[in-house]
Nanobody, 128 residues
Framework: HVQLVESGGGSVQAGGSLRLSCAIS????????VTWFRQAPGKTREGVAA????????YYADSVKGRFTITQDNAKNTVYLQMNSLKPEDTAMYHC?????????????????????WGQGTQVTVSS
């Protein structure tokens, strides 16, 4: 079983930066794809960035490439999402989610149905 807790959301002006954190509780030997999803009111959920803990391989949505960076600290079992050059359209509830043990990001990202474990979310609001 995997548990995730997000933190780091807030309000920022356009062009600013935020760093989200996702603290993960899981078996020390598990291999998981961890993904940041976001959903704004009235919009479909979007997979933003993913990282596979064993290989460190990363994946990004086109909408955030060059602005967002996903990283991990395996010692702290935490995944981060550094968000730079934020835009008003980045405003959304951000959730981190984990795929089952052994499922790679190349097969799971960005389909939310492949991720059974979810955190409670953290709100990001970008004003113009």
């Amino acid at each position: 079983h995997v548990q995730l807790v997000e933190s780091g959301g807030g309000s920022v002006q356009a062009g600013g930066s935020l760093r989200l954190s996702c603290a993960i509780s899981r078996d020390r030997y598990s291999s998981n794809c961890v993904t940041w999803f976001r959903q704004a009111p009235g919009k479909t959920r979007e997979g933003v960035a993913a990282i596979y803990n064993r290989a460190g391989s990363t994946y990004y949505a086109d909408s955030v490439k060059g602005r967002f960076t996903i990283t991990q600290d395996n010692a702290k079992n935490t995944v981060y999402l550094q968000m730079n050059s934020l835009k008003p359209e980045d405003t959304a509830m951000y959730h981190c989610a984990a795929a089952p043990d052994g499922v790679s990001c190349s097969s799971a990202f960005p389909r939310s149905t492949r991720f059974p474990y979810w955190g409670q979310g953290t709100q990001v609001t970008v004003s113009s």
